[in-house]
């Protein structure tokens, strides 16, 4: 079976978009969004009266989102993808794909600015339209799998302690308190390590070997921010391993779904699906948020629907 899709940046290291005004979509086709739109408005200009704030997208006064780029976050994600070609982390030397990666989105314009502020302030009105969001690439991944595991990939301490929160934790208790987790079950369980311990070998263990041959195929190239591949991969080999507490979830034998907020180089997600297949758990591939891609990439394919353990 194919492994499943994933990938996790260490992630507080990722560059700003351009500081530009994002464009406002228009032009309803229907009457229900304008009307919907139009009640979710309302009710932001009542809590403005309490907590004045501005859109993290164009600025607006009084809406963290306001209803436009709400909407557009709402267009940028409507249509989960299959993103791992785009991370070659998660692409074998041959072009076969590793670990199969399902994004909400494309790392852009609103969504873009959306996610980074999230990230920085974990704003309410923001984790309710991402949750949202990653919810459709989950459901699209797991597709008529049953009993899952969703894995949300550990952030670092050092991150931890500037925001107080982990974004991928609070997206995912998010969707647990709505029920909106479809057939799949939170399990947190990953940790961070502090030091690297040598996994099984390759011939032992074929997923975890192939994963850890390319993640220690290239050199440490500096810090986290801009770097390429081989530098990201040495920068967390080793930086996962699963909790042992006796609360801890047993994921022996279970499929099991990655999820990290967004996709670079697909480094952070090699890591903790080796983390996982060490622990026992059954692989199946990743979810992200968002996924970035180069400007020349070709479109990504829509998800079908199909589990994510199925590639593609």
């Given at each position: ?172 208790r998010n969707l647990d308190r709505s029920g909106s987790l479809g057939a799949g079950n939170l399990a947190d369980a990953l940790r961070k ?120």
């Amino acid at each position: 079976m194919e492994p499943l899709h994933v990938e996790r940046n260490p992630d507080p290291d990722l560059e700003p978009p351009a500081p530009t005004a994002a464009k406002h979509r228009s032009g309803y086709s229907q009457w229900w969004p304008r009307a919907a739109d139009g009640a979710a408005n309302a009710g932001r200009e009542l809590l403005a009266l309490a907590a004045p704030v501005e859109c993290v997208c164009c600025g607006t006064e009084d809406f963290a989102l306001c209803g436009p780029c709400e909407r557009a976050v709402r267009i940028l994600t409507r249509t989960p993808f299959r993103a791992e070609g785009q991370a070659p982390a998660l692409m074998d030397v041959n072009g076969s794909v590793i670990l199969p990666v399902v994004a909400a989105g494309i790392y852009r314009e609103e969504l873009a600015q959306a996610v980074l502020s999230f990230k920085k302030h974990g704003q309410g009105q923001l984790g309710s339209v991402l949750s949202k969001a990653l919810g459709r690439a989950i459901n699209g991944a797991g597709g008529t799998l049953r009993g899952y595991c969703l894995i949300p990939v550990p952030t670092t301490n050092s991150a931890f302690r500037k925001r107080g929160f982990s974004p991928v934790h609070l997206l995912l208790r998010n969707l647990d308190r709505s029920g909106s987790l479809g057939a799949g079950n939170l399990a947190d369980a990953l940790r961070k390590s502090r030091a690297f311990t040598q996994g099984p070998s390759a011939a032992n263990n074929d997923l975890s070997g192939r994963l850890r041959a390319l993640v220690q195929a290239h050199p440490m190239a500096g810090g986290q921010k801009g770097l390429g591949r081989g530098a990201r991969a040495k920068r967390v080999r080793g930086s996962m391993r699963a909790r042992s507490s006796p609360l801890a979830p047993d994921i022996r034998g279970r499929p099991c779904i990655i999820v990290d907020d967004v996709l670079t180089t697909g480094a952070t997600l090699a890591e903790a699906a080796r983390a996982v297949h060490r622990a026992g758990g059954v692989v199946m591939g990743a979810v992200v948020l968002a996924a970035t891609r180069p400007p020349d990439a070709a479109d990504p394919s829509p998800v079908p629907g199909a589990p994510a353990g199925t590639g593609g």
